[in-house]
């Protein structure tokens, strides 16, 4: 329980920590040169994309029913 969980916190703050870094890159780094901008920006878009990737994983992990191991049953 506490590792889904840790899952999804260092996701969505991967997720978060991107789009403010997007934001950054944006609107306040005016003097740095086009080069840097874009290559600061694919990698904002790259940790989103990870993050969504990551969110999309952990939702089909939880969708699968959960067999406990005490209660399977061997055919």
């Not at 997007?22 to 306040?28: Q, T």
């Not at 989103?48 to 029913?65: I, N, P």
Request: net charge positive; with cysteine; charged share 15%.
């Amino acid at each position: 329980m506490w590792q889904r969980g840790m899952n999804w916190a260092a996701t969505s703050f991967v997720g978060v920590f991107g789009f403010l870094w997007l934001g950054v890159v944006v609107f306040a780094a005016v003097d740095v040169s086009a080069w840097s901008r874009l290559g600061q920006g694919g990698f904002s878009t790259f940790l989103m994309g990870w993050a969504c990737y990551k969110a999309s994983v952990l939702l089909r992990r939880a969708e699968a029913g959960f067999t406990p191991r005490h209660r399977r049953v061997r055919t």
